[in-house]
């Protein structure tokens, strides 16, 4: 029996989690919208199921705090009094208070925080709002609900006898630990199959007209659409809604807006978008971390906008989207936007760059030194967006799931923090390229053509090689000079790939290219891949070990030289 | 002392909640125990099978117990079934409101085994289908 009330607590645990997670975005709402019974009625049921399955296990702090919270919601919820930013701070609270004592319990700790003072400020304002009601009621009688809402139309009685149509919902709780075995093992299908796919081959070229073989290559291509198919399914499992990690961001903008006496209106699109469950692990710290700097950094106060033309109220955009085999998080605001010259100053006396250096470099660099560990434009790092740890912190932690920001910033008009991570982060489709005597891949994701060209096409000016490609000229590097490998070919014609990573395009030249191939991440211990541009190594189908080129790195590498 | 063999149903739209009170009707005896989130799914399930007994919480989305409980007793195939309603605190209103619509008795959160199995008993001694046997 003990066995089967660990497991209680253990989901109770979960799903209580699930419903605080809930909890913080509908506050907000509320305050946005106003008097919403909708809303209410859910937030005021998240309390209850807490409170009702807490008393079964004995959770006598979860009981009061939440007891006491939905004895407030419900005078809401039946008009008595209308919702106070005093009273959201309240409940809030108390939702803090009840995810504290859930951590604890999760941690099989006794719950011994100290919840008398929620207690009290829930009971001072549920007093204080009564007498204001009282007060009020005595001027004049007002409806609760904003006259503009369209009356909800009743149900008839007889529509709850009829029987919904079948839609069973059949969900199953796994652990993660399995899906990343089956996830490791399709890694390992997936490497099978490209050593299969690349023997049957050149069986199939040797013993042309065989049956047998016929019979090997057809089998070899059905398991290699089954693989993709296997690889996505498992893919799917792993994929989580960005709405776990976004839920959170209305109350913690709300918080710090309020704090710092700005007012700041949140916006999110697309939490619906699916990425794999490390990046909502890991993205989370990234963008809260994203969304102070636009708050305290970014959005002016009042005065300031109003002085400038600006609405008072500040606005910040989340935006997620899929864009091909990308997932992009845009986060934007409408403030003041990076001074450059503060940043190139900053830099200086910091002694992150010299004074020369600043002069030659482009805007774009400029703004990216903010990355660099160390920088913090305000001398004294606010609480807020300080905390002792800069915006080099985001740039490493993208770079954990391979992605990478970009900025983009307009002074007055404001900035926007772009990250973009692959789609998944085990298995990629990558180009094989061969340089000198060692072959490369080199994710398809950042690659948008391959061009065959003459040599004596790519001119140079000043001192930079260019190509023109569709009209548009771009810049040319030799893979063989960035890593300083020979290369044995001087042929008259170059292959050449055009890379785009953000918002640069430019080409690169290898001594030939070998073909596309699926190839699983493994990343290599003990080295810094933000030194040599390498993002992990692989086993190819041909059963050799091939270092991973990260287009990313390498770029800002050469572009920082240049 | 119960019939252990009829179908209970345990609505709630809190699977802890739903796991707790199967757990206990298990302790007391009960073998067959099935589960739905709301009023609208427990409908469906009715329909679908032979219950002999309903446990359903009150404050549920999409349908609430009340509801459920309205529907149960004007459908002539289902009115007859043993309804125990689970709620939070005994609101007096709430439950005048719940026993004018026919529902067999309450239980209010949280509660024991034992108390369960006494609210039980009380419906059983106006229901019979929910008693055992001639031993029981």
Not at chain 2, 57 to 84: H, S
Request: charged fraction near 30%; charge should be negative; include cysteine.
């Amino acid at each position: 029996m003990a066995n089967e009330m660990d497991e209680i607590i253990n989901e109770f645990i979960i799903e209580a989690e699930e419903i605080l997670e809930k909890l913080d975005p509908l506050f907000v709402q509320l305050e946005q919208k106003g008097h919403d019974i909708e809303i209410v009625n859910e937030i005021f049921r998240g309390m209850h199921t807490l409170k009702g399955a807490a008393g079964f296990l004995g959770f006598q702090s979860i009981v009061d705090v939440a007891h006491k919270a939905e004895t407030i919601l419900k005078k809401i919820r039946e008009g008595e009094f209308t919702l106070t930013s005093k009273i959201t701070d309240a409940i809030l609270k108390a939702t803090d208070t009840i995810r504290i004592l859930i951590s604890q319990i999760k941690a099989k700790e006794e719950t011994t925080e100290d919840i008398s003072p929620v207690l009290n400020l829930l009971d001072n304002v549920l007093i204080e709002a009564l007498k204001k009601k009282e007060d009020f009621e005595q001027e004049e009688k007002l409806p609760p609900v904003k006259p503009e809402e369209e009356p909800k139309p009743t149900k008839p009685e007889e529509v709850v006898t009829q029987i919904p149509k079948e839609k069973e919902v059949s969900t199953l709780r796994v652990d993660v630990e399995r899906i990343d075995k089956v996830m490791d093992l399709a890694g390992e299908i997936v490497l099978a199959r490209n050593r299969l796919l690349n023997l049957a081959h050149k069986l199939e070229a040797k013993y042309t007209g065989d049956d047998h073989i016929e019979g090997l290559v057809e089998t070899v291509s059905f398991l290699d659409r089954v693989t993709s198919d296997l690889q996505l399914a498992v893919m799917r499992m792993r994929m989580q809604p960005l709405q776990k990690v976004f839920g959170k961001f209305p109350r913690m903008v709300r918080d710090l807006a309020k704090t710092l006496g700005k007012d700041v209106d949140l916006e999110i699109y697309g939490e619906d978008t699916e990425v794999d469950k490390s990046v909502i692990e890991h993205i989370g710290d990234p963008l809260v971390h994203i969304i102070r700097n636009s708050i305290d950094h970014g959005v002016e106060f009042p005065e300031e906008r109003i002085s400038k033309g600006k609405p008072p109220k500040g606005k910040i955009i989340i935006n997620a989207y899929q864009k091909g085999t990308q997932i992009v998080i845009d986060v934007s605001d409408d403030g003041k936007g990076i001074d450059i010259e503060a940043v190139k100053a900053k830099a200086i006396t910091k002694g992150l760059i010299t004074l020369e250096e600043a002069e030659k470099m482009s805007e774009d660099s400029i703004i990216n030194l903010i990355f660099l560990p160390g920088f913090s434009t305000k001398d004294i790092s606010t609480e807020l967006s300080g905390r002792g740890v800069g915006m080099d912190v985001v740039k490493s932690n993208v770079a954990k799931l391979n992605g990478y920001v970009e900025i983009f910033t307009e002074k007055d008009k404001g900035t926007t923090f772009r990250i973009s991570l692959p789609l998944t982060l085990a298995i990629i489709q990558a180009m094989m390229v061969q340089v000198g005597e060692e072959i490369y891949a080199i994710p398809q994701s950042m690659i948008e053509e391959t061009l065959r060209v003459y040599t004596k096409e790519i001119k140079e000016v000043v001192g930079q090689r260019v190509l023109t490609v569709r009209e548009k000229v771009l810049p040319v590097f030799i893979l063989n000079e960035i890593l300083g490998v020979s290369s044995n070919l001087d042929s008259e014609k170059k292959y050449i790939l055009v890379a785009s990573v953000g918002e640069r395009r430019f080409c690169i030249s290898v001594d030939a290219v070998l073909g596309q191939e699926e190839i699983v991440i493994k990343t290599i211990n003990g080295i810094n891949s933000e030194e040599c541009g390498i993002m992990g190594a692989t086993i190819t189908g041909d059963g050799k070990v091939v270092l991973i080129l990260d287009l990313a790195i390498i770029s800002r590498k050469i572009y920082a030289i240049k | 002392m119960f019939n252990y063999k009829i179908k209970v149903l345990v609505i709630d739209d809190f699977p802890t909640m739903r796991r707790i009170i199967k757990n206990l009707l298990k302790q007391i005896g009960f073998e067959n125990i099935d589960e739905a989130e709301n009023g609208e799914d427990a409908l469906r399930k009715l329909h679908s099978s032979d219950y002999g007994l309903i446990v359903s919480d009150w404050n549920m989305p999409v349908m609430d117990g009340l509801q459920l409980l309205k529907a149960v007793r004007t459908d002539p195939k289902l009115k007859e079934i043993p309804f125990l309603m689970v709620t939070a605190e005994a609101e007096k209103e709430k439950v005048i409101e719940a026993i004018k619509s026919g529902v067999d008795n309450y239980i209010v959160k949280p509660f024991t085994g034992e108390v369960l199995k006494e609210k039980l008993e009380k419906i059983a001694q106006k229901k019979p289908s929910l008693k055992g046997g001639s031993h029981g």
